[in-house]
């Protein structure tokens, strides 16, 4: 019993100390703290452990902690925008078989043409009619025909679906409540509608309307990511590996 006594007086002994150090007057001694009632004896206990516990994890924050800042900017349209549009325009010019202008001397007309990104559409344009085999010239008067570009639409369509609580507005306040999504989705689409009218002598030849399209999409639910189309990084790679077809290094 002595034993079992001697090693509580020694678990306890900041106990002892504490009680030692107080301005009162009574003396404590060993015999008087094992005569503590235990419940209070383990509130000290687990009052001592707890400090113990704060001021390490407020070390550990203090050293393990740490703040970087960095200024960022954007451009007034974001990169998707202009991929996706740039993207369906290459589908729509993709599309032009004319037959009429192979080895033909064409003079391609811009005039009319009025959209987002336009030197783009131009040059993409050309591009595809010196694939096709016409023969590009600089002057109306040397073509054999003269085949005028024009845009029906050259823009993006934008949906957003979400399963949740969106966020809200606080009455008063210029910062709204977060919003709280179980899932969310969205859908950004390029579309472009070209129209080619091409006459020769004040004679038809031939006219048709092209369309194209490029989409992308990204779903979450909770923290996890899903995308079923990307046609973005579907023409990248496509590019990425023509490029390195065509390499003299492979």
């Known amino acids: 019993m002595r034993a079992q006594r001697s090693n509580l007086v020694s678990n306890f002994g900041f106990i002892r100390d504490t009680l030692h150090a107080s301005r009162d007057t009574i003396h404590y001694s060993p015999q008087n703290i094992i005569d503590i009632q235990p419940e209070i004896s383990l509130y000290y206990?687990?009052?001592?452990?707890?400090?113990?516990?704060?001021?390490?994890?407020?070390?550990?924050?203090?050293f393990v902690t740490g703040c970087t800042t960095r200024n960022f900017t954007n451009t007034q349209r974001t990169a998707i925008e202009q991929l996706l549009l740039?993207?369906?325009?290459?589908?729509?010019?993709?599309?032009?078989?004319?037959?009429?202008v192979a080895g033909k001397k064409t003079y391609l007309d811009f005039t009319n043409l009025k959209s987002y990104d336009i030197e783009?559409?131009?040059?993409?344009?050309?591009?595809?009619?010196?694939?096709?085999?016409?023969?590009?010239?600089?002057?109306?008067?040397?073509?054999?025909?003269?085949?005028?570009?024009?845009?029906?639409?050259?823009?993006?369509?934008?949906?957003?679906?979400?399963?949740?609580?969106?966020?809200?507005?606080?009455?008063?306040?210029?910062?709204?409540?977060?919003?709280?999504?179980?899932?969310?989705?969205v859908e950004q689409t390029g579309i472009a509608k070209l129209f080619v009218f091409i006459h020769s002598n004040g004679k038809l030849v031939t006219a048709d309307h092209y369309?194209?399209?490029?989409?992308?999409?990204?779903?979450?639910?909770?923290?996890?990511?899903?995308q079923r189309t990307d046609d973005i990084l579907k023409a990248w790679e496509q590019a990425d590996n023509k490029l390195k077809a065509?390499?003299?290094n492979n």
């Open 120 to 185: 783009y559409v131009k040059t993409a344009v050309r591009a595809r009619f010196a694939q096709i085999g016409a023969i590009l010239v600089e002057n109306a008067d040397q073509a054999d025909y003269i085949a005028e570009i024009t845009s029906g639409t050259l823009g993006t369509e934008y949906k957003s679906t979400l399963l949740g609580i969106p966020s809200l507005p606080i009455p008063g306040s210029p910062t709204p409540l977060p919003e709280l999504a179980l899932a969310r989705g």
């Open 86 to 100: 740039s993207g369906a325009v290459d589908n729509a010019v993709a599309k032009f078989h004319i037959p009429q």
């Open 45 to 62: 206990v687990f009052r001592e452990a707890k400090m113990k516990y704060i001021i390490a994890a407020n070390i550990l924050i203090i």
């Open 246 to 248: 065509e390499s003299p």
């Open 211 to 226: 369309y194209g399209k490029a989409e992308r999409d990204e779903s979450f639910i909770l923290w996890f990511r899903f």
